[in-house]
């Protein structure tokens, strides 16, 4: 049986490398398109680019043994020689990507440029020791070349495809909160299981090389003993690993369909306080602002009144109660409209953070009587969820809101800047004024201030205000943004 094995498979030997290559190579196309097209929140979506060249590179490498010795058979040895090289330095750049796919993955376990400088450091400095080999032994030496690859697989491809099953885990992990669907989850452990697999058959059965383990464990041994070579097994592997990442690409239209959702609902929200700013503008406030007129008729028609002495005195009195009314109603009046303001503020700019901020200003400068300066830098195209521009709007709204009730200010600031500061993308919101100031009590002032610092905690950002008696104050919100947002 295992001869027969042998015979067959050696007969098919260039379809067993054509399909072990199409595999990956799907796998590959796949992953490109889908990051090419998707834009995700999810921090998946940022390894797709290192899991797509992982599985083209895979492919071509694979394609090599079939292509490289057809070749042989027509080119000089010379061409055959840098056709070899060529083949071992696709081997190098196609697990240099696995690595990189893997650190993306463990992203923030390990800070961001790893993923990309690590892996060019290895590619870097493997490609000058396969130069420096290649000048010093015969590249016509088969032997060498295996030694090579079992090296590479050994000392990068294992350890790489290790750590992409452990990211993958990691991922499965944090996406359980923001998708609440245990199949999923199950799909993507399942393809992290599916590296396990691969690490098996591509970094522990290697080509076989004169040193242990390579000597004793490699893809010769293994075909001599079942009559199956090694490419059905990693064509295996590649076909778990491509059915199950392209399952677990599911994630994507779940998060959209729960982002489409979230969407209708705020804008049912927002249509809904329109509604309610209309009519308390419409109704509420024209009726108590009718209700204010008559009060002012009937307190001039009882300044004309002439009265005794006994009469005057309820009169006065009666006077003094219209004016309580009157105040109370201007008081009512005064807090409606804020309340539409901030409705109005609440809803303003959905979709573009700056367009929103500015919106909030001009209402902000139809209530006070001073000038309020707006800038805004480098936040064009600035791609932030619902809630973050929402915790934005109310943070500046209460800022402003104390400026127009306890600063006494004669004119105020507000600037929007993005910048990129050591790497680092940012985004500042500064509110200031030239009011009196809050001096040192500002740990002791009311709610406002404590809605401000929470929303800012729920951001991820930080808030300062600096403020100093009869100095003004300056409010300051800097929020790192993510890569996706910027």
Not at 132 to 155: C, F, G, K
Not at 218 to 239: C, D, H, K, W
Not at 271 to 295: K, M, N, P, W
Not at 382 to 398: D, G, K, N, T, V
Request: aromatic share 8%; hydrophobic share 50%; glycine share 6%.
């Amino acid at each position: 049986m295992v001869e027969a094995l042998r015979m067959f498979f050696t007969t098919n030997e260039l379809i067993v490398q054509f399909v072990h290559g199409q595999v990956f190579f799907l796998l590959g196309v796949m992953m490109g398109v889908q990051w090419v097209v998707q834009r995700s929140r999810l921090e998946l979506v940022r390894a797709l680019p290192w899991l797509a060249a992982f599985g083209v590179l895979e492919a071509v490498a694979t394609w090599g043994n079939t292509f490289i010795p057809v070749q042989a058979q027509i080119l000089p040895p010379e061409i055959i020689q840098n056709l070899r090289f060529t083949q071992l330095v696709i081997y190098l750049l196609n697990f240099a990507t696995l690595l990189g796919f893997g650190l993306r993955l463990i992203e923030p376990k390990v800070p961001a440029w790893a993923a990309v400088y690590v892996p060019l450091v290895i590619v870097m400095v493997g490609v000058a020791a396969l130069a420096t080999t290649r000048a010093l032994v015969s590249a016509r030496d088969v032997i060498t070349n295996a030694t090579i690859e079992a090296l590479m697989r050994y000392t990068l491809c294992l350890p790489s495809a290790a750590l992409v099953s452990y990211g993958l885990q990691v991922q499965a992990s944090r996406l359980v909160g923001p998708l609440k669907n245990e199949r999923l989850i199950n799909v993507l452990r399942i393809a992290g299981y599916g590296f396990i697999f691969y690490a098996l058959v591509e970094g522990v059965l290697v080509p076989q090389a004169p040193f242990v383990p390579a000597s004793v464990l490699n893809t010769e041994m293994l075909f001599a003993q079942t009559g199956i070579p090694v490419g059905i097994y990693r064509s295996m592997a590649g076909g778990v690993l491509a059915w199950f990442l392209f399952r677990s690409l599911e994630a994507f239209r779940i998060e959209a369909e729960r982002q489409n959702e979230l969407l209708q609902r705020q804008q049912s929200l927002i249509a809904e306080r329109e509604r309610i700013s209309r009519d308390l503008h419409d109704g509420t406030i024209q009726s108590i602002y009718a209700a204010g007129l008559v009060l002012d008729d009937a307190r001039h028609a009882l300044a004309r009144l002439q009265l005794s002495d006994g009469a005057q005195a309820a009169l006065e009195r009666a006077r003094a109660q219209i004016e309580t009314v009157m105040q109370m109603l201007s008081k009512t009046n005064a807090e409606i409209r804020n309340y539409i303001y901030d409705l109005r503020a609440s809803t303003a700019g959905d979709a573009d953070l700056a367009r929103g901020l500015l919106d909030i200003v001009a209402e902000f400068r139809m209530r006070v009587a001073f000038p309020v300066e707006w800038r805004a830098e480098g936040c064009t195209g600035l791609r932030l969820s619902p809630e973050q521009r929402q915790h934005i709007y109310q943070i500046a709204r209460e800022a402003l809101s104390n400026i127009a009730r306890h600063a006494n200010a004669t004119r105020a600031t507000v600037t929007l800047a993005c910048s990129n500061r050591d790497g680092a993308h940012l985004l500042k919101l500064e509110i200031s004024d030239n009011g009196k100031g809050i001096g040192s009590s500002v740990s002791q002032e009311g709610r406002g201030l404590s809605n401000m610092r929470e929303r800012a905690a729920l951001l991820g950002a930080r808030l300062d205000v600096e403020s100093a008696l009869g100095e003004g104050t300056r409010v300051v919100l800097t929020l790192a943004l993510t890569p996706e947002s910027v």
